[in-house]
């Protein structure tokens, strides 16, 4: 039988049901490194148009492949490709001959976006674990923020801006995530802030509860006021 997301949503909430909260949806499948000449594109892949690879080709040589394709095994020795079919192009251009893969069915890959979707429309999620979970719906599916913002109900800009808490330094996101002090709309406030210091010092003050959104705008940094003195 098939239940709904609404009424596992109900029965989750009623307690009977027991399944793990995990916004990030944390699974342990099978990672191989396969050879390119193994690894089909999907010839239903309705993006036809990969754009240009340049850019990620250039982060892909610096930096490796931070985020393995995902692909199902159609043959004892043939592989299609789930998500992930810009970085493989970009790393076939560089001439790799193997590649790290995710090994998935297309059940598995489609119960883990459920997982994620639901996960997220949960009210329990901080601002970071929300943020986590757009960012691998992004990357584990091939979406832009606008295809994401579709399928989970949310505007290109909504996505935009939760997305943007991933922009602050990783010891304001970790201490952001311990502690829970600071809501959302005071994150992003602080992510907008371009200069690194000026970021800290809206942290500190975030979490010594001295920092609200409308302070966060308003309060000009200190060579602002500096300037404005002379």
């Known amino acids: 039988m098939v ?9 989750q909430a009623l307690g009977t049901t027991q399944r793990a909260f995990d916004p990030i949806v944390r699974d342990e499948p099978r990672l191989l ?12 892949q309705p993006r036809r148009d990969l754009g240009d690879l340049a850019d990620l080709a250039l982060s892909i040589q610096e930096h ?23 970085r493989f192009a970009a790393c076939r251009n560089l001439g790799w001959e193997s ?19 639901e996960n997220i429309h949960r009210k329990a999620l901080d601002p ?22 579709k399928r989970i109900g949310r505007s290109k800009s909504a ?35 371009p200069n690194a210091e000026r970021q800290r010092t809206l942290w500190n003050q975030a979490k010594a509860g001295e920092l609200t959104v409308r302070k966060a705008r308003t309060t000009p940094p200190p060579s602002a006021k500096a300037t404005a003195r002379r």
């Open 3 to 11: 239940i709904s997301l609404t009424d596992r949503i109900a029965r």
């Open 33 to 44: 490194v396969l050879p390119m000449v193994a690894i089909d594109p999907d010839p239903n």
């Open 128 to 149: 970071i674990e929300e943020a986590k979970a757009l960012q691998r719906l992004m990357d584990e599916f091939n979406l832009s923020q606008g295809e994401l913002g």
């Open 99 to 117: 590649l790290p893969c995710i090994v998935r069915t297309v059940e598995e890959q489609s119960r883990l976006a459920l997982q994620i979707i």
């Open 64 to 86: 490796g492949l931070i985020q393995p394709i995902v692909v199902e095994a159609v043959s004892a020795e043939r592989y299609r490709i789930l998500a992930g079919e810009r």
């Open 159 to 193: 996505v935009n801006q939760s997305l943007r808490a991933l922009t602050l330094p990783s010891e304001i996101l970790t201490e952001a995530q311990a502690s829970g002090v600071a809501t959302k709309s005071v994150l992003l406030e602080i992510a907008k802030e």
